[in-house]
C-alpha cells in the first residue's frame, strides 16, 4: 500500500511499483529471458547464413523471410488475442521457436544445415511470432493494478532495451566460445526459461469482445484504429518517423567513407544508439509517469528528426556519437509514450487487434525504411538522404498534429482507467479545429481520447 499524503500533495513516485506485483515480475522475467534469447538468436542465425553464403544478398532474403509472415498473420493473431485465452497463446507460440533451436542446433553440428532450412524455420517462428506478439502485449494491462500501468510499461521497455545490448553481445560471445552450434542450445534453455515463468502466471481472462477469427473481427480493429486519432496518430507517427528517419542502414557508409572510423568506430556508432535508449529508459522509470503522454510523443519525434538532420550533416566522429545516442534517447521515450498511450486508449476486448494492427505498422516501417534510404541513398549521397530523412520526420510530425490534434492533448486517464470517450469513433468526435490546435497551437483542454531475423 503506498504512503498517506495530505490532500494536497501527490503520493510519491516509485519506481519499482510495477515489479512488486507478482504477476508482473513473473511477466517481465518471461519478456527478459525471451528478448535475450530471441536477439541473440538472430545473431548467430546472421553469422551463420553469411557464413554459409558469403553473399549479402542472402542475409537481406533472411530480413524478408520474416517479414511476409508477418505482413500476412499478425491482424489474424490479434482476432486470436481478442478471442481465446492470450497467455495460453503465448506459452503455445514460444514452443514454435524452442523446437526452431533444437532442429538448428542439431543440424549444425551435425554437418546438414542449410539455407533453406534456415529461411523456411524463420518463416516458421515469424508465424509463430505474429501470434505470440499481440497476445503477449494485451496481457499486460491485466496483470498490474491501473495506476501502474504507466509504470508497467517503462519497467518493461527498460528490460527489453537491456536485452537488446545483452542478446546480440552474448551471441557473438558464444559464437566464439562454443561455436553455433552450442549457441543455439543457450537460446533453447533462455527459451525454455521464458515458457516456465510465463507458465507460473496467474492470468484471469478478462472478457472476449472478438467472436473468433472471422474477417469482421479482423476489420473491426482495423477500422478501430482508422476511427480514432490517438490510435492512428500515434501509430503513423511511429511508422514515418522510422520510414524517414532511420540512420541505421546508411551507418557503414558513415563509419566507412564520411567519418573514416572503420569496423570499430562502426561498432560503437552501433553500441551509442541503445546506451542512449537504455540510459533514457532509466531516466523514464525514475520520474513519475508523463500525464500528457500525447505531447510528450510528438515532442520526442520532433527531437528524433531535428537531431538526425543533425547527425547528417556532423563530421565529427564523437559529435555523432552524442547525436546517435540522442537519437536513441528520443525513440525510447517515443516507444515507452507510444506504448502507454494505445494501450489506454483501447478498450481490452479490441487490445490484441489493435496491438496487431500496431505490430504491423511497426514491421512495415522497419522494413521500408532500409528501402527508402537505400534508394534515396543510391540516387544522391548518403548524407542527402540521412538530412531529407530527418526534414521528412518533421514534416509528418506537423501533419499529423494538424490533421490529427486529439493525439497531442491526450492525457492518461486518472487511476490508468480508459474512459468511455477513448472508444469513441472519429465520425463521433468533434472536427479538427481550423486554427490547427496541436503541437503548433494551444490544446484543447481537459479532452480525454481515446523490436527473428
Not at 468526435?429 to 503548433?440: I, K, V
Request: charged share 10%.
Amino acid at each position: 500500500m503506498s504512503e498517506s499524503t495530505p490532500d494536497n500533495a501527490s503520493p510519491r513516485h516509485d519506481p519499482l511499483a510495477a515489479l512488486r506485483q507478482p504477476n508482473f515480475l513473473l511477466f517481465t522475467s518471461s519478456r527478459t529471458f525471451y528478448g535475450i534469447g530471441v536477439t541473440m538468436l538472430q545473431t548467430v542465425m546472421l553469422w551463420q547464413v553469411y557464413e554459409i553464403s558469403d553473399s549479402p544478398l542472402a542475409l537481406g532474403l533472411t530480413g524478408l523471410a520474416r517479414l511476409i509472415p508477418s505482413l500476412i498473420f499478425t491482424l489474424i493473431g490479434g482476432a486470436a488475442a481478442d478471442s481465446y485465452n492470450r497467455r495460453n497463446i503465448v506459452l503455445a507460440t514460444q514452443t514454435v521457436p524452442i523446437v526452431c533451436g533444437v532442429v538448428l542446433a542439431l543440424a549444425t553440428i551435425d554437418g546438414w544445415v542449410t539455407l533453406g532450412l534456415i529461411y523456411g524455420l524463420v518463416v516458421a517462428m515469424g508465424v509463430a511470432a505474429s501470434f505470440e506478439g499481440p497476445a503477449r502485449v494485451a496481457i499486460l494491462p491485466a496483470i498490474v493494478r491501473p495506476e501502474t500501468f504507466a509504470n508497467a510499461v517503462t519497467v518493461t521497455s527498460t528490460l527489453q532495451s537491456f536485452a537488446f545490448v545483452a542478446g546480440p553481445a552474448l551471441g557473438g560471445i558464444f559464437i566464439a566460445v562454443i561455436g553455433v552450434g552450442g549457441s543455439y542450445g543457450v537460446f533453447v534453455a533462455l527459451a525454455i526459461m521464458s515458457v516456465l515463468t510465463m507458465a507460473l502466471l496467474r492470468y484471469v481472462e478478462p472478457p472476449k469482445g472478438a467472436g473468433g477469427v472471422t474477417i469482421a473481427a479482423i476489420k473491426e480493429g482495423v477500422v478501430f484504429v482508422r476511427a480514432n486519432q490517438v490510435l492512428l496518430g500515434a501509430m503513423a507517427l511511429d511508422m514515418f518517423a522510422v520510414i524517414f528517419g532511420g540512420v541505421k542502414a546508411l551507418l557503414p557508409i558513415y563509419a566507412s567513407d564520411i567519418l573514416e572510423v572503420g569496423p570499430k568506430g562502426f561498432g560503437l556508432l552501433n553500441a551509442s544508439f541503445e546506451i542512449g535508449a537504455f540510459l533514457m529508459s532509466f531516466v523514464l522509470l525514475v520520474r513519475p509517469p508523463t500525464e500528457r503522454s500525447g505531447r510528450a510523443l510528438i515532442w520526442a519525434v520532433v527531437i528524433f528528426g531535428a537531431v538526425t538532420v543533425l547527425f547528417g550533416f556532423s563530421r565529427n566522429f564523437y559529435l555523432s556519437l552524442v547525436l546517435y545516442a540522442l537519437i536513441g534517447a528520443s525513440d525510447m521515450i517515443s516507444v515507452v509514450m507510444r506504448s502507454t498511450t494505445i494501450q489506454l486508449a483501447t478498450p481490452d476486448a479490441l487490445r490484441g487487434r489493435v496491438s496487431a494492427v500496431n505490430q504491423v505498422f511497426i514491421q512495415s516501417s522497419n522494413q521500408m525504411n532500409t528501402l527508402y534510404s537505400g534508394i534515396v541513398a543510391s540516387v544522391t549521397n548518403a548524407t542527402f538522404a540521412v538530412v531529407s530523412g530527418g526534414f521528412g520526420t518533421l514534416f509528418t510530425v506537423g501533419l499529423i498534429g494538424w490533421r490529427l490534434p486529439k493525439l497531442y492533448s491526450y492525457r492518461i486517464p486518472k487511476g490508468g482507467v480508459v474512459k468511455s470517450e477513448a472508444t469513441k469513433p472519429a465520425e463521433e468526435e468533434e472536427p479538427p479545429s481550423s486554427d490547427g490546435t496541436g503541437p503548433t497551437g494551444k490544446a484543447k483542454p481537459e479532452e480525454t481520447p481515446s523490436a527473428a531475423p
